[in-house]
């Protein structure tokens, strides 16, 4: 061990690359002891990259192999994560596992942490994401003096369990929770636009807040991963404001109520109020006033959120917490998540999709240099 630090195992090595680097870093808690992967040229080159053993078969982990990270696709993605994660576990292997999984699978691996006396934890990964932590502090302070009035919140479906995580944990919880039926744009308007909506609506309730849902509906079967036009976007709206996580990665805007006090109906000149609140700015950040590019996303920000749920997992392993008390949380998230899907209905597949033109910001500004036609 380096450091005394116990000795962790990564399997899957598609997102797992994330938590690859994560355990890399000098904060983790654990130290890599292998890559669990089916053997590809890929795999073979991360573990001699890491200058660790690839293991193909979960009998090959070494039994001082505290933990395991399970980051391969369950049965909602049509892989095997769930029984993998029962295998490890069975052989008294912790286990953090990456989301999703049906609430039936994740019900099976509780089961197993139980009977085997390990520690399990489900992953939805924003919720470590630094400015996704930001906003759920802010929120929660927010929410400590002033009780919450509508919840705006838009994302893609690859994504819709984390956005309701974040807003469980934002909001202290989900119940109780309803939806209606989704708003589709009727037919004489949908034969006035050039190109199908992105997103659809769905109205309802959210930890006894009303909530109005957008979600992009729709992928490329042959390019999964791409084609969102963002993961998530939030507005807390209170009766001072609203916070505004803008981006998954950030900005996180905090903008004060419009309101006209009763004193500018006296005034010469209306900005000549003497209320307080005129004095705060109309928008302001809580944090960085931009967001980070993508390779300090999938560089830095991801594998720093791979290592706060790491910690997580090492707290639950030291504390001997039962895995049923977080797996009931999120048994009721697998639940959420299913109705709304359901109300939303398949998701609408196209396919070659080309790749996007993705602009800079200069793009925008007059006068500056025009940006290259690459995707």
Same mark, same amino acid.
């Given at each position: 061990?380096?450091?005394?630090?116990?000795?962790?195992?990564?399997?899957?090595?598609?997102?797992?690359?994330?938590?690859?680097?994560?355990?890399?870093?000098?904060? /983790?808690?654990?130290?890599?002891?292998?890559?669990?992967?089916?053997?590809?040229?890929?795999?073979?080159?991360?573990?001699?990259?890491?200058?660790?053993?690839?293991?193909?078969? %979960?009998?090959?982990?070494?039994?001082?192999?505290?933990?395991?990270?399970?980051?391969?696709?369950?049965?909602?993605?049509?892989?095997?994560?769930?029984?993998?994660?029962?295998?490890?576990?069975?052989?008294?292997?912790?286990?953090?596992?990456?989301?999703?999984?049906?609430?039936?699978?994740?019900?099976?691996?509780?089961?197993?942490?139980?009977?085997?006396?390990?520690?399990?934890?489900?992953?939805?990964?924003?919720?470590?994401?630094?400015?996704?932590?930001?906003?759920?502090?802010?929120?929660?302070?927010?929410?400590?003096?002033?009780?919450?009035?509508?919840?705006?919140?838009?994302?893609? *479906?690859?994504?819709?369990?984390?956005? *309701?995580?974040?807003?469980?944990?934002?909001?202290?919880?989900?119940? %109780?929770?309803?939806?209606?039926?989704?708003?589709?744009?009727?037919?004489?308007?949908?034969?006035?636009?050039? /190109?199908?909506?992105?997103?659809?609506?769905?109205?309802?309730?959210?930890?006894?807040?009303?909530?109005?849902?957008?979600?992009?509906?729709?992928?490329?079967?042959?390019?999964?991963?791409?084609?969102?036009?963002?993961?998530?976007?939030?507005?807390?709206?209170?009766?001072?404001?609203?916070?505004?996580?803008?981006?998954?990665?950030?900005?996180?805007?905090?903008? %004060?109520?419009?309101?006209?006090?009763?004193?500018?109906?006296?005034?010469?000149?209306?900005?000549?109020?003497?209320?307080?609140? *005129?004095?705060?700015?109309?928008?302001?950040?809580?944090?960085?006033?931009?967001?980070?590019?993508?390779?300090?996303?999938?560089?830095?920000?991801?594998?720093?959120?791979?290592?706060?749920?790491?910690?997580?997992?090492?707290?639950?392993?030291?504390?001997?917490?039962?895995?049923?008390?977080?797996?009931?949380?999120?048994?009721?998230?697998?639940?959420?998540?299913?109705?709304?899907?359901?109300?939303?209905?398949?998701?609408?597949?196209?396919?070659?999709?080309?790749?996007?033109?993705?602009?800079?910001?200069?793009?925008?500004?007059?006068?500056?240099?025009?940006?290259?036609?690459?995707?």
């Amino acid at each position: 061990m380096s450091g005394g630090r116990p000795r962790i195992v990564v399997a899957g090595t598609k997102f797992g690359r994330i938590y690859l680097a994560g355990v890399a870093r000098p904060d /983790s808690p654990y130290e890599l002891a292998g890559v669990l992967a089916r053997g590809s040229e890929r795999s073979a080159r991360i573990a001699r990259h890491y200058g660790v053993p690839l293991f193909t078969d %979960p009998e090959q982990v070494p039994k001082d192999v505290e933990a395991c990270c399970v980051v391969v696709g369950a049965g909602i993605n049509g892989g095997p994560g769930a029984r993998l994660a029962q295998q490890l576990m069975a052989r008294g292997h912790h286990v953090l596992q990456e989301h999703p999984l049906h609430a039936r699978e994740l019900a099976d691996c509780l089961r197993t942490a139980r009977e085997h006396r390990v520690a399990y934890r489900l992953n939805s990964h924003y919720v470590h994401v630094e400015p996704v932590r930001r906003f759920i502090a802010a929120a929660r302070r927010l929410l400590a003096g002033q009780r919450a009035l509508h919840i705006d919140a838009a994302c893609a *479906f690859q994504v819709l369990y984390t956005l *309701f995580d974040i807003l469980g944990r934002a909001l202290g919880g989900v119940r %109780p929770w309803g939806f209606g039926e989704t708003g589709d744009l009727p037919s004489a308007l949908r034969d006035l636009a050039d /190109s199908p909506p992105v997103y659809r609506s769905l109205d309802g309730v959210i930890a006894g807040v009303p909530c109005t849902l957008r979600l992009q509906n729709d992928m490329d079967p042959a390019d999964p991963d791409n084609h969102t036009h963002l993961f998530h976007r939030i507005t807390l709206h209170t009766e001072g404001g609203h916070l505004t996580l803008l981006n998954t990665h950030g900005p996180l805007l905090w903008s %004060p109520r419009p309101h006209m006090p009763d004193d500018m109906r006296e005034t010469v000149r209306m900005e000549q109020s003497q209320a307080a609140h *005129f004095g705060h700015l109309s928008a302001e950040p809580l944090g960085p006033a931009t967001g980070p590019d993508y390779r300090d996303i999938l560089g830095e920000l991801w594998p720093e959120g791979a290592v706060g749920a790491l910690r997580a997992l090492r707290e639950d392993i030291g504390s001997g917490t039962d895995p049923g008390r977080d797996g009931q949380y999120h048994l009721t998230l697998c639940r959420l998540t299913r109705d709304v899907a359901d109300r939303f209905g398949p998701v609408r597949l196209h396919r070659d999709t080309p790749a996007p033109r993705v602009l800079p910001v200069t793009a925008l500004i007059e006068g500056a240099p025009a940006p290259r036609n690459s995707p």
